[in-house]
């Protein structure tokens, strides 16, 4: 058996930026409808709730439980698309006009965080992150006097999520692919599906598709034998 080795050439991996987001509109339950989302800056992402629960019996600690977590998020950027105004809390009574305080609609959300090493700088890959079930609260927003430096303001709004069902696991609703661990050509299939084509308008899969086009075949004889017979 080989020694432990630690920080080998191309070994020392790292993860950085936030690009090409983007907002899927539902509809009818499926992410139908995506749209460019420019000026992204930042997703915080968070885990709300998975506590542990410790139990005692006979003097000493028994057991740990662990409740379910919530995957939260916490977007920013300099501006957001028009279709996301529904989303934030705003309607539009005619052209160009915008009353707030009405009800939110939820989204989907995608964006991607480069992969880097010590050899392929940030260029060795990226990662892929599908969010569902959104619900956007907005925070505070602060207008002020324009003098010699003009910085732009930065738009923020905290996201809870609603999971989605996943065959032979429990819902989630935050979704990560590896371009450095999957298929190229799956890769790309998956992009054309997210980001659109010339015969492919943008939308959002539901993780059941994304299991299905990333699994390999004896993977996907299992996972369709548990939805199968499941209760």
């Known amino acids: ?71 939260k998020a916490t977007i ?18 005619a052209t160009g006009v915008t009353i707030g305080q009405q009800p939110r609609k939820p989204f989907g959300f995608s964006y991607v965080t480069k992969i880097g090493n010590d050899t392929d700088s940030i260029e060795k890959g990226y990662k892929i992150h599908l969010v ?6 907005p925070t505070d927003k602060s207008y002020g006097a324009i003098n010699e ?9 905290e996201v809870s999520t609603t999971p989605v069902a996943v065959a032979g696991h429990k819902p989630t609703a935050h ?20 980001y659109g084509g010339e015969n492919a308008t943008a939308r959002l899969p539901l993780p059941e598709e994304i299991a299905t086009m990333f699994a390999t075949a004896r993977a996907f004889r299992l996972m369709t034998a548990n939805t199968l017979f499941s209760f």
């Open 149 to 157: 430096s003009i910085e732009p303001i930065t738009f923020s709004w």
């Open 76 to 93: 920013e950027a300099y501006t957001y698309p028009d279709e996301f105004a529904e989303c934030d809390g705003s309607a539009e009574i």
């Open 1 to 71: 058996m080989a020694r432990l080795e630690w920080n080998k050439t191309g070994e020392r991996y790292y993860e950085a930026g936030v690009e090409k987001g983007v907002l899927y509109l539902p509809e009818n339950g499926v992410y139908s409808t995506g749209v460019a989302w420019n000026g992204l800056t930042s997703v915080n992402e968070s885990t709300d709730g998975a506590d542990i629960s410790p139990y005692y019996a006979d003097n000493i600690k028994y057991l740990n439980l662990m409740s379910n977590g919530d995957f």
């Open 132 to 137: 569902y079930g959104c619900m956007a609260s």
């Open 175 to 194: 979704i990560v692919i590896d371009s450095t661990k999957v298929a190229a050509a799956k890769l790309t299939a998956l992009e054309t599906i997210l």
